[in-house]
T-cell receptor
Framework: EDQVTQSPEALRLQEGESSSLNCSYTVSGLRGLFWYRQDPGKGPEFLFTLYSAGEEKEKERLKATLTKKESFLHITAPKPEDSATYLCAVRDYGGATNKLIFGTGTLLAVQP | NAGVTQTPKFQVLKTGQSMTLQCAQDMNHEYMSWYRQDPGMGLRLIHYSVGAGITDQGEVPNGYNVSRSTTEDFPLRLLSAAPSQTSVYFC?????????????FGQGTRLTVV
């Protein structure tokens, strides 16, 4: 069964303290892995798409990487404004339904 | 640029009532979808559409209907509301017909069924 697991569920960092969020997945054929950011009371906002193992993408303090089994979202020198829930989602080649499978997210809190 | 607009933002329904959640996008996207988000669970797909006149079921379609008469609009209808449908609903659109591109989400509709 297709599955996406994110860890940790919650993470508290001091401003400037770098860390990584993990997204592990089980799918029959990865068609794409997506990272989104969600602020309280708002819809998810797109960050990155990764399509093949070894691919990396960066945006400001965020860097996403992909292997055959998992993806990492690295946060370098975070600021309080990086506080949000980070969602990972995958699209599978083999599914009968054309859908994104979402993880439950990592709630990141960055304290000044 | 409005993006994806959902209305209403909040709604309280009594069990058995029906209602329509509105979703409109101004980006000329072919692929549109509805998700529900519940505590401790990831976003789950309810219905999706790959273009006007074409809709299909997602992971949790029971109790919901959709139609797509135009490219811009994709309303979600609750036929007879149940407490289990209390959730936050998100509409999303993306470029192309596969949905395998970045999705733009609306602000969500928080629905409570009492």
């Amino acid at each position: 069964e297709d599955q996406v697991t994110q860890s940790p569920e919650a993470l508290r960092l001091q401003e400037g303290e770098s860390s990584s969020l993990n997204c592990s997945y089980t799918v029959s054929g990865l068609r794409g892995l997506f990272w989104y950011r969600q602020d309280p009371g708002k819809g998810p906002e797109f960050l990155f798409t990764l399509y093949s193992a070894g691919e990396e993408k960066e945006k400001e303090r965020l860097k996403a990487t992909l292997t055959k089994k998992e993806s990492f979202l690295h946060i370098t020198a975070p600021k309080p404004e990086d506080s949000a829930t980070y969602l990972c989602a995958v699209r599978d080649y083999g599914g009968a339904t054309n859908k994104l499978i979402f993880g439950t997210g990592t709630l990141l809190a960055v304290q000044p | 640029n409005a993006g994806v607009t959902q209305t209403p933002k909040f709604q309280v329904l009594k069990t058995g009532q029906s209602m329509t959640l509105q979703c409109a996008q101004d980006m000329n996207h072919e692929y549109m979808s509805w998700y529900r988000q519940d505590p401790g669970m990831g976003l789950r797909l309810i219905h999706y559409s790959v273009g006007a006149g074409i809709t299909d079921q997602g992971e949790v379609p029971n109790g919901y209907n959709v139609s797509r008469s135009t490219t811009e609009d994709f309303p979600l209808r609750l036929l007879s509301a149940a407490p289990s449908q209390t959730s936050v609903y998100f509409c999303a659109s993306s470029y192309g017909r596969t949905g395998n591109t970045e999705a733009f989400f609306g602000q969500g509709t928080r629905l409570t069924v009492v």
